[in-house]
């Protein structure tokens, strides 16, 4: 028997990793013709900044709320509207110290004058037309003060990974389950 609980265990350290990136506010947006881009699709981008506006929005759209203490910790919501649709949705962090990664089970230390984005989810009609990876940007410019931004996904989450890196994010490395170490000598090839 125990022997089969340290196959599964091995098992599930291997499935419980999450990849971290980053992008340095450089390289925000994409120009042509001196002319910022914006690629918007008939919708609008909202920033929701306490308990009570995201209370509000959560009973207007039919969303379910949850998680109302993250804005205790300086996290805010945003989302795309499309009509009378929640589209593509996320949370950020600023300044997070320790940031809980529920995923891996641990707290990971970013540098000051930084955001962590998390939670981010597309509905299922929206999906696969570029929402998730204009969503990170739109936060990115939304939080123009910000120096560096991180994003982690699951390891073998290859739509958000190739969303997050389609926004500009370069691969920084894996967190392995409890392993409170950032491996960087790693070769994604699914990307």
Partial sequence: ????????????????NIIIL????????YFKNNKV?????????TVITNKNDYLLFCKKFNFTYSNFDRF?????FACFLIKDSVAS???ISINA???????????IDFPPNSAVLFDFKTEIPFRNLGYYSELILNFIKHFSNVKCFFIYTSFFNNYSTRGIIKAGFSLLGVYKLLSNRLQTDINIISL
């Fill in 97 to 107: 110290k320790k940031f809980p990664v529920d995923e891996i089970l641990l707290k």
């Fill in 22 to 29: 980053r992008k340095n506010k450089l390289n925000v947006y």
């Fill in 72 to 76: 205790d910790y300086n996290c805010f």
């Fill in 89 to 91: 949705y996320g949370w």
């Fill in 37 to 45: 881009l914006t690629t918007y699709h008939n919708h609008s981008f």
């Fill in 1 to 16: 028997m125990s022997s089969l609980f340290k196959r599964i265990k091995k098992l599930l350290r291997f499935l419980l």
